[in-house]
Structures are given as structure tokens and as C-alpha cells.
Nanobody, 115 residues
Framework: QVQLVESGGGLVQPGESHRLSCTAS????????MGWYRQAPGKQRELVAH???????NYADSVKGRFTISRDNAKNAVFLQMNSLKPEDTAVYYC?????????WGKGTLVTVSS
């Protein structure tokens, strides 16, 4: 079965940095695009960052310049480095794997940015 497992959620102070990880199994990882999405209370799920199988990246305007997505195909892992965190970054962050029309999702990990 396909599994995506996020880790690294927790409480972070504004202005600090944090890193999320997602490990995938059950897929040929190197062929998939990988993304990070987030959903804040009362809001729709939104794309935060995406990295293609070839390594091309794109980011939501709200995080551009602060967040960096990367992948390690040897470890079947994708990461989200989050710098200069703001309270509005508080959300459940979800890992996504995509190929063609198929999407797989992790269960999410909560990041709370608060002093």
C-alpha cells in the first residue's frame, strides 16, 4: 500500500525556523512530483510548495523566499524548510505525491507558530 508519513510538526515561535519531513513507501518515488499543502482553521487547503521529479520547484506567494522544498530520492523523502515563520503559517501541513491523475496524501502534521 502507498503510505506518506509526515513528521516534524510542533510549536514554533514567530521568526524561528523549522523543518518538516515526509517519507513515502509503496511508490516509485523518483517518478513522482511531491508537494506540501496546508490547511489553516476555517480555510481551504492550499498548495505551499511543489517539486517535480526533475527537481523544478514552485511556491505559494505567501511563502516564497522563506520556505524551501527539497527531495532525497535515495531516502524516498521530501522536506520543507521553513524560515522566518509567522503566526499565519499555523496550519496542518500535508505531504502529497502525484503522478498523472493520481494523488496520494499523508495524514498531516500540525505546525503552530505562536509566542
Amino acid at each position: 500500500q502507498v503510505q506518506l508519513v509526515e513528521s516534524g510538526g510542533g510549536l514554533v515561535q514567530p521568526g524561528e525556523s523549522h523543518r518538516l519531513s515526509c517519507t513515502a513507501s509503496g511508490i516509485t518515488f523518483s517518478l513522482y512530483g511531491m508537494g506540501w499543502y496546508r490547511q489553516a482553521p476555517g480555510k481551504q487547503r492550499e498548495l505551499v510548495a511543489h517539486i517535480t521529479s526533475g527537481g523544478s520547484t514552485n511556491y505559494a506567494d505567501s511563502v516564497k523566499g522563506r520556505f524551501t522544498i527539497s527531495r532525497d530520492n535515495a531516502k524516498n523523502a521530501v522536506f520543507l524548510q521553513m524560515n522566518s515563520l509567522k503566526p499565519e503559517d499555523t496550519a496542518v501541513y500535508y505531504c502529497n505525491a502525484n503522478l498523472g491523475g493520481e494523488y496520494y496524501w499523508g495524514k498531516g502534521t500540525l505546525v503552530t507558530v505562536s509566542s
